[in-house]
């Protein structure tokens, strides 16, 4: 056991000493969750928008007043005619266009929305928010109530999913090119002869990389408590436990890319490959799984991140028990099992 604290502590002193790989691992999630956090976005907020009407009447006057006290839109021009407003939509001087038919306010309907749809998530979006602020929320024409995210924020997407991401690319890739590391340098060889068995080191050079990604864990967890008021609605111990699953299911991942790999760029260039495209594009964290082609959503379901975001989701955001996950966790307990498993038996043919 002394030797097993003696290979740990010395890998923890050798991760603590290269500058470059303490700046990603600490300063990748602080970025990342920045960015994710403030910069990038999918709020709808100060939509451009042009008023069309031939004339204003009181009830066309409300509908204009409500939409100008919004957060979400703002009142550039008012134009008598279509053209116009699509004309400045064209021009780039507007997103969104809303024509008031001549008899609006006796009605109470005849309403056209011109929309700038080269994005065609958030064009949607500015139109449902723009029906719901002009047709008056508060009265009894619409009913709206937004669960767990009233404020409809982004971060409360973002953070699990950028939990998800960190956690296995900086496990998996970081653990695959520190052991590939050891094999260019000749050292594995110098630590496979000690008396220590080659399971116990690889273990042991496994162990600080879980150590940081629980630190990193904790780090990310108070970012988005404190610094993107996302809260944590359910229980934090649950929370820790699903995270450490995945953490070992990523390490496992690792340990199988270094039985692979035979050069550090290569471990790179795998970890970039398998595990950073499938996981931002495939895993639900910025497109929904149910959205994609049939083939895709078969290829999502062997991507781990994307049980773990899903129960991240659920346990954080909605504030669910354990019993509201246990699939998630059955499938990544056993994909954990099977990859740990089979990085281990490769490992060890290979030694043979």
Same mark, same amino acid.
């Given at each position: 056991?002394?030797?097993?604290?003696?290979?740990?502590?010395?890998?923890?002193?050798?991760?603590?000493?290269?500058?470059?790989?303490?700046?990603?691992?600490?300063?990748?999630?602080?970025?990342?969750?920045?960015?994710?956090?403030?910069?990038?976005?999918?709020?709808?907020?100060?939509?451009?928008?042009?008023?069309?009407?031939?004339?204003?009447?009181?009830?066309?006057?409300?509908?204009?007043?409500?939409?100008?006290?919004?957060?979400?839109?703002?009142?550039?021009?008012?134009?008598?005619? &279509?053209?116009?407003?699509?004309?400045?939509?064209?021009?780039?001087?507007?997103?969104?266009?809303?024509?008031?038919?001549?008899?609006?306010?006796?009605?109470?309907?005849?309403?056209?929305?011109?929309?700038?749809?080269?994005?065609?998530?958030?064009?949607?979006?500015?139109?449902?928010?723009?029906?719901?602020?002009?047709?008056?929320?508060?009265?009894?024409?619409?009913?709206?109530?937004?669960? +767990?995210? &009233?404020?409809?924020?982004?971060?409360?997407?973002?953070?699990?999913?950028?939990?998800?991401?960190?956690?296995?690319?900086?496990?998996?890739?970081?653990?695959?090119?520190?052991?590939?590391? $050891?094999?260019?340098?000749?050292?594995?060889?110098?630590?496979?002869?000690? &008396?220590?068995?080659?399971?116990?080191?690889?273990?042991?050079?496994?162990?600080? +990389?879980?150590?940081?990604?629980?630190? !990193?864990?904790?780090?990310?967890? =108070?970012?988005?408590?404190?610094?993107?008021?996302?809260?944590?609605?359910?229980?934090?111990?649950?929370?820790?436990?699903?995270?450490?699953?995945?953490?070992?299911?990523?390490?496992?991942?690792?340990? =199988?890319?270094?039985?692979?790999?035979?050069?550090?760029?290569?471990?790179?260039?795998?970890?970039?490959?398998?595990?950073?495209?499938? !996981?931002?594009?495939?895993?639900?964290?910025?497109?929904?799984? $149910?959205?994609?082609?049939?083939?895709?959503?078969?290829?999502?379901?062997?991507?781990?991140?994307? +049980?773990?975001?899903?129960?991240?989701?659920?346990?954080?955001?909605?504030?669910?028990?354990?019993?509201?996950?246990?699939?998630?966790?059955?499938?990544?307990?056993?994909?954990?099992?099977?990859?740990?498993?089979?990085?281990?038996?490769?490992?060890?043919?290979?030694?043979?």
């Amino acid at each position: 056991m002394r030797q097993f604290f003696s290979f740990v502590i010395k890998e923890t002193k050798h991760i603590l000493r290269d500058r470059r790989t303490m700046l990603i691992l600490f300063g990748m999630p602080v970025v990342l969750m920045t960015l994710f956090g403030f910069a990038i976005t999918n709020d709808v907020r100060n939509v451009r928008t042009v008023v069309v009407t031939s004339q204003i009447d009181h009830l066309t006057r409300q509908a204009v007043d409500r939409l100008a006290v919004s957060e979400y839109f703002v009142i550039t021009a008012t134009v008598p005619t &279509p053209r116009e407003a699509e004309r400045m939509i064209r021009n780039q001087q507007a997103d969104l266009a809303i024509v008031f038919a001549n008899d609006f306010a006796s009605k109470k309907s005849g309403l056209q929305f011109i929309v700038d749809a080269a994005d065609p998530n958030m064009s949607q979006q500015w139109t449902n928010y723009a029906t719901q602020v002009i047709t008056n929320p508060s009265s009894s024409v619409v009913n709206v109530r937004m669960l +767990y995210n &009233p404020g409809m924020k982004s971060a409360y997407n973002f953070v699990p999913a950028i939990m998800g991401m960190l956690l296995m690319l900086i496990c998996a890739m970081m653990t695959s090119i520190s052991i590939v590391r $050891e094999k260019e340098k000749g050292t594995m060889e110098m630590l496979l002869v000690s &008396p220590v068995k080659p399971l116990v080191i690889i273990i042991a050079k496994v162990v600080p +990389y879980m150590m940081l990604a629980i630190v !990193i864990l904790v780090t990310i967890l =108070l970012m988005a408590r404190f610094v993107l008021d996302v809260p944590l609605a359910g229980s934090l111990v649950w929370i820790v436990v699903v995270s450490v699953i995945y953490i070992v299911l990523a390490l496992s991942l690792g340990l =199988l890319i270094s039985n692979i790999a035979t050069s550090q760029l290569m471990a790179l260039l795998l970890s970039a490959m398998v595990l950073l495209m499938p !996981i931002v594009m495939l895993s639900g964290m910025l497109f929904p799984i $149910e959205s994609m082609p049939t083939v895709l959503q078969w290829v999502s379901a062997v991507i781990p991140p994307r +049980y773990y975001i899903a129960a991240m989701r659920k346990l954080m955001i909605m504030g669910v028990g354990i019993d509201g996950v246990l699939r998630e966790v059955a499938i990544l307990t056993g994909m954990t099992a099977l990859l740990l498993v089979v990085a281990l038996a490769k490992f060890k043919n290979r030694l043979e």
